[in-house]
């Protein structure tokens, strides 16, 4: 009995660690959840107003609106995909995944930002052709999406790539986040942002070397966009896990506490008998003995 005790109440101390280790681990994704959503505004905003000035310098140009990079049929299909760097964010890794798998045509490149999406892939026998990791906190996010923005300007430049699409999750109030796929390149510079002011902006570059620079920076926009969106995704996703996972430990440490309480009320109840037995037996052992000795 006293073996048994002993081994529940080990285990629910260890319960109780868990719970402590899971409380820090939702308290970081609820913070790193609500510095995403305070910035996803601005990096949204940023775009919306990159993509009108870019439209502004076209308007510039002598042979007016036009596309880049220009589709002369070089390059591949490509795909980017912004996924979990970590674990702990239960299906939705999973449905990225099966996203990416989907959407990448025949012959197509596959990006990918995000150790634990790139792992995946692997063990689905889709190794990414290109990866980094996913920044984990919101200051390194703006400077994952330029180094995307970088190495995917370079490529779309000299013909490498293709088309290219953007796949990251977003985060929906109140329910799970959704996978959203975004074209990303090529670009209609007549278009990108909206519509321009009939006023011509005031411009210190050329306009044929001021298009190329807010094309590189617009692209750049999106993708820390996307980044961002996605970083929010991955911890709103980790918190559902991990909230459920507090639910669990909750009832699995009542559990223990009500196997604990039985334990130790079986045991008092044990010893009481045994005290009883012993006592009982004491005082026959006393009684007979004192009939022996009667005259």
Request: net charge negative.
């Amino acid at each position: 009995m006293a073996e048994r005790l002993a081994e529940v109440e080990a285990r629910r101390a260890s319960v109780e660690e868990l719970r402590a280790v899971t409380d820090a681990m939702r308290s970081l994704a609820a913070v790193r959840l609500q510095q995403a959503l305070a910035v996803i505004g601005g990096t949204r905003a940023y775009a919306g107003v990159i993509g009108g000035a870019l439209v502004q310098a076209v308007g510039l140009l002598a042979e007016g609106p036009a596309r880049w990079p220009p589709q002369d049929g070089r390059g591949r299909p490509a795909t980017v995909l912004f996924g979990p760097e970590h674990g702990f964010v239960g299906a939705f890794a999973e449905r990225l995944a099966d996203s990416a798998l989907a959407g990448v045509p025949p012959g197509g490149v596959l990006w990918v930002v995000g150790s634990r999406a790139a792992a995946l892939l692997e063990e689905r026998g889709r190794p990414p052709d290109w990866t980094i990791p996913m920044a984990t906190h919101t200051d390194a996010v703006t400077a994952t999406g330029r180094r995307v923005a970088e190495a995917l300007y370079r490529a779309a430049a000299d013909g490498t790539l293709g088309t290219v699409a953007v796949l990251y999750g977003r985060s929906a109030q109140g329910g799970a986040p959704e996978v959203a796929r975004d074209a990303l390149l090529p670009l209609d510079l007549g278009t990108a942002g909206g519509n321009g002011r009939a006023v011509p902006p005031l411009t210190n570059l050329p306009p044929a070397d001021l298009v190329p620079r807010m094309v590189d920076e617009y692209v750049f926009a999106l993708l820390a966009h996307a980044a961002m969106e996605s970083f929010a995704a991955e911890n709103a996703a980790r918190l559902a896990v991990l909230m459920a996972a507090r639910q669990n430990i909750d009832a699995t440490l009542d559990e223990l506490t009500g196997a604990v309480r039985r334990l130790r009320q079986e045991q008092i109840t044990t010893e009481l008998i045994e005290l009883a037995t012993g006592a009982e037996a004491l005082q026959n052992g006393i009684g007979n003995t004192s009939s022996v000795r009667a005259p």
